[in-house]
């Protein structure tokens, strides 16, 4: 029927093209994303990932119009959710798609909950703010519905309890159930489990592909860690000094990481199977100054295959099918099927 | 100055003493509510001089209670702590004070722990300024050299911690807890907060401290291939209790308490094409209260080979292969490894290295 276009084409719910984004600050201007480009199908999972600093979460904050409208400048070729051009939609329009189609939640869970009101009554709130109509009877059983569907044991007695009576984990659970309350068809997770412990980390990860899966929403799961971008996410954009620097779906990337900065933010995860006493293969040196970004490739002076051109001349985009990356280096490109 | 290790080593025909040692180490906090909490219930262990003592488990569990009251602070309800031969516990506070420089801790948050008005080389130089060590300009030196070591670029000198990074704050603090030569450093979730990439630098330094400066430590992280990197032998804590301790390689390789089974095989691998997701122990239930721990095995509500007497009897740490204890009624044999197989890669899988032999 539609031949001519790739599937995901057809089904994209929201598309970022070339998003730039910089701040005007009284000591000059930042440049905090210098290009970032991908897109998400309903159901589907992306992680955008990259060292502190590298514009995640100024990517994610630019999607719901959260950046203060007073020192951001948000560009892009496209940037769109459904029939949304989200670069110049009225801030009522934006506010009702924060609330309801595309739901944010954050790293610390404390910080998005209200710590004298107990856990029940912000998830009925969260409810009520889509559904004003509701009617107390109703409202109760959405909340417990709600706290069953991210695991909640007991949750009729712990709608009571406040945020300092709960733990890490089930903390961040709450903070889920209040981004599911109106139903969103995106979810973005700006690194949902770093404050969190080992045991729940995996849990919390597990539960977010879960309800991805089950209520077919998509997700952009936003971390520094590779190794939990692995897990949970259909595709991967990696992102260095602003920029996206590589592409692809999450099993493409893995057989084949293609620009050095992805390899060696893998290198840099330490492994259970490594033995003890070893060292890790780090990415020294430090990050681009957003403010002074080079000519050239950003990472080249962390690059162990920089070559003179990488520092005059910004690398070109090669791609080979949904795989797309930036640098120089080509070597290889032949293997790549 | 120089930097040398361990003060005071033992003359060389004494058998080696361990640099601490707790027996019985109990840490009971009352609440405001008036229920109890044993955050820390009769651990004993010997960490010797050169050595790294890696402490895993849950959130809550006492691994920061169990540091703090080896420090005194505050001291133990019950049981002992021997070091550099010296009972802490009946030590006057006078005398624990100036003991107390051979000791530091290095915690999670590094901007919190420094004075944000203070310069890098104020923040450095605090401790001997304090403890009243040298001159001011041997103390300068001092803080270069400590810098240097660190690596830290002199131009941070005057540096605010506000203005540094993560990780050049958490090797602030580094060089802040190695100025006195401690004999003992304690990282308390030193790297948690410090994103993959930092993270690496930052264990990478202190690989090459340990090794460079024979190091004793205490290294507590929530992530348990973080912890196995730096650590001789590990200690695992389930809810005050310590319920294995044993030598990093072996315990990892295979666990004998059924919570540390539970523990490693949730740690999700970096790697999509590994097949152990689905293979994961889940532990059931949830951690019961501190306040109202299980009777017998603390363990026992989540554990899939409890039975009555476990719910009777407090399992002890035994002894079950040289230097490794459980205290498991029923522990799990030597076979039955943790399935951890090294995925083959297509490049090199990240160990440039390993650290010298010391
Ligand atoms: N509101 C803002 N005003 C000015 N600069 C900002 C603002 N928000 C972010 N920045 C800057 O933009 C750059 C990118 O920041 P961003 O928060 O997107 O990084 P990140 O990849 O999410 O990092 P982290 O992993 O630390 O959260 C940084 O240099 C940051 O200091
Ligand atoms: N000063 C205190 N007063 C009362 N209870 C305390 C105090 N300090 C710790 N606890 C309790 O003791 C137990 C152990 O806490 P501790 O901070 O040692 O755990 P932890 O293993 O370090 O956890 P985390 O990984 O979250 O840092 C917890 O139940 C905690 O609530
Ligand atoms: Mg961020
Ligand atoms: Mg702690």
Same mark, same amino acid.
């Given at each position: 029927?539609? /031949?001519?276009?790739?599937?995901?084409?057809?089904?994209?719910?929201?598309?970022?093209?070339?998003?730039?984004?910089?701040?005007?600050?009284?000591?000059?201007?930042?440049?905090?994303?210098?290009?970032?480009?991908?897109?998400?199908?309903?159901?589907?999972?992306?992680?955008?990932?990259?060292?502190?600093?590298?514009?995640?979460?100024?990517?994610?904050?630019?999607?719901?119009?959260?950046?203060?409208?007073?020192?951001?400048?948000?560009?892009?070729?496209?940037?769109?959710?459904?029939?949304?051009?989200?670069?110049?939609?009225?801030?009522?329009?934006?506010?009702?798609?924060?609330?309801?189609?595309?739901?944010?939640?954050?790293?610390?869970?404390?910080?998005?909950?209200?710590?004298?009101?107990?856990?029940?009554?912000?998830?009925?709130?969260?409810?009520?703010?889509?559904?004003?109509?509701?009617?107390?009877?109703?409202?109760?059983?959405?909340?417990?519905?709600?706290?069953?569907?991210?695991?909640?044991?007991?949750?009729?007695?712990?709608?009571?309890?406040?945020?300092?009576?709960?733990?890490?984990?089930?903390?961040?659970?709450?903070?889920?159930?209040?981004?599911?309350?109106?139903?969103?068809?995106?979810?973005?997770?700006?690194?949902?489990?770093?404050?969190?412990?080992?045991?729940?980390?995996?849990?919390?990860?597990?539960?977010?592909?879960?309800?991805?899966?089950?209520?077919?929403?998509?997700?952009?799961?936003?971390?520094?860690?590779?190794?939990?971008?692995?897990?949970?996410?259909?595709?991967?954009?990696?992102?260095?000094?602003?920029?996206?620097?590589?592409?692809?779906?999450?099993?493409?990337?893995?057989?084949?990481?293609?620009?050095?900065?992805?390899?060696?933010?893998?290198?840099?995860?330490?492994?259970?199977?490594?033995?003890?006493?070893?060292?890790?293969?780090?990415?020294?040196?430090?990050?681009?100054?957003? /403010?002074?970004?080079?000519?050239?490739?950003?990472?080249?002076?962390?690059?162990?295959?920089?070559?003179?051109?990488?520092?005059?001349?910004?690398?070109?985009?090669?791609?080979?099918?949904?795989?797309?990356?930036?640098?120089?280096?080509?070597?290889?490109?032949?293997?790549?099927? | 100055?120089?930097?040398?290790?361990?003060?005071?080593?033992?003359?060389?025909?004494?058998?080696?003493?361990?640099? $601490?040692?707790?027996?019985?180490?109990?840490?009971?906090?009352?609440?405001?509510?008036?229920?109890?909490?044993?955050?820390?219930?009769?651990?004993?262990?010997?960490?010797?001089?050169?050595?790294?003592?890696?402490?895993?488990?849950?959130?809550?569990?006492?691994?920061?209670?169990?540091?703090?009251?080896?420090?005194?602070?505050?001291?133990?309800?019950?049981?002992?702590?021997?070091?550099?031969?010296?009972?802490?516990?009946?030590?006057?506070?006078?005398?624990?004070?100036?003991?107390?420089?051979?000791?530091?801790?290095?915690?999670?948050?590094?901007?919190?722990?420094?004075?944000?008005?203070?310069?890098?080389?104020?923040?450095?130089?605090?401790?001997?300024?304090?403890?009243?060590?040298?001159?001011?300009?041997?103390?300068?030196?001092?803080?270069?050299?400590?810098?240097?070591?660190?690596?830290?670029?002199?131009?941070?000198?005057?540096?605010?911690?506000?203005?540094?990074?993560?990780?050049?704050?958490?090797?602030?603090?580094?060089?802040?807890?190695?100025?006195?030569?401690?004999?003992?450093?304690?990282?308390?979730?030193?790297?948690?907060?410090?994103?993959?990439?930092?993270?690496?630098?930052?264990?990478? $330094?202190?690989?090459? $401290?340990?090794?460079?400066?024979?190091?004793?430590?205490?290294?507590?992280?929530?992530?348990?291939?973080?912890?196995? $990197?730096?650590?001789?032998?590990?200690?695992?804590?389930?809810?005050?209790?310590?319920?294995?301790?044993?030598?990093?390689?072996?315990?990892?390789?295979?666990?004998?308490?059924?919570?540390?089974?539970?523990?490693?095989?949730?740690?999700?691998?970096?790697?999509?094409?590994?097949?152990?997701?689905?293979?994961?122990?889940?532990?059931?239930?949830?951690?019961?209260?501190?306040?109202?721990?299980?009777?017998?095995?603390?363990?026992?509500?989540?554990?899939?080979?409890?039975?009555?007497?476990?719910?009777?009897?407090?399992?002890?740490?035994?002894?079950?292969?040289?230097?490794?204890?459980?205290?498991?009624?029923?522990?799990?044999?030597?076979?039955?490894?943790?399935?951890?197989?090294?995925?083959?890669?297509?490049?090199?899988?990240?160990?440039?290295?390993?650290?010298?032999?010391?």
């Amino acid at each position: 029927m539609h /031949s001519s276009l790739s599937p995901s084409s057809v089904t994209d719910i929201l598309e970022v093209d070339d998003l730039h984004v910089d701040f005007e600050l009284p000591r000059g201007r930042l440049h905090a994303v210098r290009g970032a480009s991908f897109s998400l199908g309903s159901g589907e999972s992306l992680g955008i990932v990259g060292e502190s600093g590298s514009g995640k979460s100024v990517t994610s904050r630019a999607i719901m119009g959260l950046l203060p409208a007073t020192t951001a400048r948000v560009k892009a070729r496209t940037l769109r959710y459904g029939q949304h051009d989200l670069l110049d939609a009225p801030e009522r329009v934006m506010r009702r798609l924060r609330g309801g189609e595309i739901a944010m939640i954050y790293q610390d869970p404390m910080r998005a909950l209200n710590p004298i009101m107990r856990v029940g009554d912000q998830v009925a709130e969260a409810i009520r703010a889509h559904e004003p109509s509701l009617g107390r009877k109703e409202l109760s059983t959405r909340v417990v519905g709600l706290l069953d569907a991210v695991r909640i044991p007991d949750a009729n007695k712990r709608i009571r309890l406040y945020p300092h009576q709960l733990s890490g984990g089930m903390r961040q659970r709450i903070v889920i159930a209040m981004a599911l309350a109106a139903n969103p068809s995106i979810l973005i997770a700006d690194e949902p489990t770093t404050s969190l412990d080992v045991t729940v980390q995996a849990e919390i990860l597990d539960l977010l592909g879960d309800l991805q899966e089950e209520r077919g929403m998509g997700m952009i799961l936003v971390t520094h860690d590779l190794g939990v971008a692995a897990w949970h996410t259909n595709r991967i954009m990696v992102m260095y000094a602003g920029r996206g620097v590589e592409h692809a779906t999450t099993a493409d990337l893995f057989e084949d990481m293609r620009m050095p900065y992805t390899r060696a933010l893998f290198d840099s995860i330490p492994r259970v199977d490594m033995p003890p006493g070893s060292l890790l293969k780090s990415v020294e040196g430090r990050p681009v100054d957003p /403010s002074n970004p080079p000519p050239g490739c950003a990472f080249r002076e962390r690059c162990h295959l920089a070559v003179e051109i990488c520092g005059t001349t910004a690398p070109p985009r090669r791609q080979v099918g949904s795989h797309w990356w930036d640098c120089w280096d080509d070597q290889e490109e032949k293997s790549v099927k | 100055m120089t930097i040398s290790p361990g003060a005071a080593a033992s003359p060389p025909d004494t058998p080696p003493t361990p640099l $601490l040692e707790t027996t019985g180490l109990t840490q009971t906090f009352r609440l405001p509510t008036g229920a109890e909490v044993q955050a820390v219930s009769d651990v004993s262990f010997v960490l010797h001089r050169g050595e790294t003592l890696g402490l895993v488990g849950e959130s809550g569990c006492g691994k920061s209670t169990t540091v703090r009251t080896i420090l005194q602070a505050p001291p133990p309800t019950a049981g002992t702590v021997t070091f550099g031969g010296i009972e802490l516990t009946t030590t006057p506070p006078r005398q624990l004070r100036r003991l107390r420089r051979r000791m530091q801790l290095v915690f999670q948050d590094p901007h919190a722990s420094m004075n944000p008005r203070w310069t890098v080389r104020d923040c450095i130089a605090e401790p001997l300024q304090v403890h009243r060590v040298g001159t001011s300009s041997s103390r300068n030196d001092r803080v270069h050299e400590l810098m240097d070591l660190v690596g830290l670029d002199e131009g941070y000198l005057t540096s605010r911690p506000g203005s540094l990074s993560g990780g050049q704050c958490q090797r602030v603090a580094i060089a802040r807890a190695l100025a006195l030569d401690p004999d003992l450093i304690c990282f308390d979730e030193a790297v948690s907060a410090l994103d993959v990439s930092i993270q690496a630098q930052i264990l990478n $330094l202190i690989a090459r $401290l340990r090794a460079d400066l024979e190091l004793t430590s205490i290294f507590i992280a929530h992530d348990l291939a973080v912890v196995k $990197l730096v650590s001789d032998r590990i200690g695992v804590m389930y809810l005050g209790k310590l319920c294995e301790i044993g030598p990093a390689e072996s315990l990892y390789r295979s666990p004998r308490h059924p919570y540390t089974k539970a523990l490693l095989s949730a740690i999700p691998k970096p790697d999509p094409r590994h097949p152990d997701r689905l293979r994961r122990v889940n532990l059931r239930g949830e951690l019961p209260s501190p306040t109202d721990p299980p009777s017998g095995c603390r363990f026992r509500t989540r554990c899939d080979r409890a039975d009555e007497r476990c719910s009777l009897d407090v399992p002890p740490l035994q002894t079950i292969s040289p230097g490794h204890q459980v205290a498991c009624h029923y522990p799990l044999s030597a076979s039955a490894p943790v399935e951890m197989t090294p995925l083959p890669t297509r490049r090199a899988n990240g160990v440039v290295g390993q650290s010298p032999t010391r």
